[in-house]
């Protein structure tokens, strides 16, 4: 275990944040496992941090111990024919580990190509990215919870997963020590011809591919697609991007009612979350029946999706666009996502972000909710 207390800002892809007061990294699984109930004994504060692709910190650092899951190994378990069925632990990259499947053409997670992190932090709010999510690949998690100390499985079902959400990022304390995934193998006997995707589900990335939704494509050829387009957002890690020095998407997509999506503007894109009932059509019996005999045909309400970014662009705020002195500023390349210019602090932007929710929310009426995890921060 390494020890040491570095900055935030340089354990996170934002690059803000003080120091903690304390710093752990554990080696190994079971070594992760006695740190977390010495730190849990010891009754300080604790944040868990893998890849640092979703934290925002504040720039007084943390007062408490900061655990750093950096455990490594990919373990493959029995499975029924033509499915694959993997441990992982909880430090490996996300992204190492979708570009293994691709590479060894099993399907299922290859349209989350280019999500920094780590795996662990994966099922937290279930990731999602051109029209997959983790939840339709993910079997469950080896979890130790704080409560109790011990080690569960816990199920996809008891996870509650939901759109950039799950029981544990609603309260449910404990460390994801590592996750279960069904891939599809999609390998071709005899090794004629491509390992080929999952159905593509997203109209953006069925476009760049130049095929119908619902078309199968080459694996390989789909994750780089998806690669292409996260770069052209600036959200693939890069060196050379300043775009790139940010938490990602910094607000989820809102979801309303659909009788509130009405009030908005016409071309508002909106996606439904909960489809509305099908007519019905109902056959009476000759000479009629009484009235409050009658199913009623009201539909029960639905909820959409609208698009974060679509609301932001609409309240004035473009691409670039940054408040006078600081060093947060909206990418050049897509109004979702907050990043740093070199000189920016934790609450800089924090402080575009809250400037963000107001003009948003002023416009149309709509509150956007932070996806990044705020450590000493509020908005």
Known sequence: MTSGTPALSTLTTMRVGGAPERFVQPADRAELVRTALDVWASGDDWLLLGGGSNTVAADDGFDGTVIRIATRGVERLEAPAGRIRLRVQA????????????????????????????????????????????????????????????????????????????????????????????????????????????????????????????????????????????????????????????????????IVSEGFARTLPADAPRWPVTPPEPETVIALPPGGVHPMDVPSLARGPYEVKLSAAWLIEHAGIRRGFALPGSGAAISSKHTLAIVNRGTGTGADVAQLASFIQARVQAEFGVLLYPEPVLVGLSL
């Open 91 to 254: 430090g490996e990259p996300w992204d190492e580990l979708v570009a293994a499947t691709v590479a060894n053409g099993w399907a299922g997670i290859e349209a989350l190509s280019g999500i920094p992190g780590s795996t662990g932090a994966a099922p937290v709010q279930n990731i999602g990215a051109y029209g997959q999510e983790l939840e339709s690949a993910l079997v469950g998690i080896e979890f130790l919870d704080e409560v109790t100390g011990d080690v569960r499985f816990l199920t996809r079902k008891e996870l509650g997963l939901g759109y950039r959400t799950s029981a544990l990022k609603r309260g449910m304390r404990g460390i994801v020590l590592s996750v279960d995934l069904d891939l599809a193998d999609n390998t071709v006997p005899g090794g004629i011809g491509a390992p080929l995707s999952e159905p593509v589900g997203y109209a953006q990335l069925a476009n760049a591919l130049g095929v119908p939704i619902g078309s199968r494509v080459p694996i390989a050829e789909l994750r780089r697609a998806v690669l292409a387009l996260r770069g052209s957002k600036g959200m693939v890690l890069d060196a050379d991007d300043p775009d790139s020095v940010s938490a990602g998407s910094f607000f989820t997509n809102p």
